[in-house]
């Protein structure tokens, strides 16, 4: 069993997309393969979990009302000098 790794961002934190994130196809509300957020694009940490299967932790990011993606660490980077809720 893979040991599960700590999360490396907390919820409330502000956090911008490092890359431009692309619906993979678990987006329900969108197109497969439609660009949803643009590298750079500002958002909050609204949740964090755990992907199972390899126990990596998956954080839910709010991008605007109504846009919540999920994101692995390496999909995101924090906001220098903000602050969450």
């Not at 700590?6 to 997309?17: D, E, F, I, M, N």
């Not at 197109?31 to 998956?58: F, H, K, M, S």
């Not at 009302?65 to 809720?85: D, K, M, S």
Request: glycine share 12%; proline share 7%.
């Amino acid at each position: 069993m893979i040991d599960p790794r700590l999360p490396k961002y907390q919820w409330g934190q502000r956090v911008k997309a490092a890359i431009d994130l692309v619906n993979d196809g678990s987006f329900p509300c969108a197109p497969a393969d439609v660009l949803l957020v643009r590298a750079g694009g500002v958002g909050e940490i609204v949740r964090v979990g755990t992907q199972t299967e390899v126990n990596l932790p998956i954080y839910l990011v709010e991008f605007g009302e109504h846009l919540v993606v999920g994101c692995l660490e390496e999909e995101i980077t924090p906001v220098e000098g903000a602050q969450g809720r």
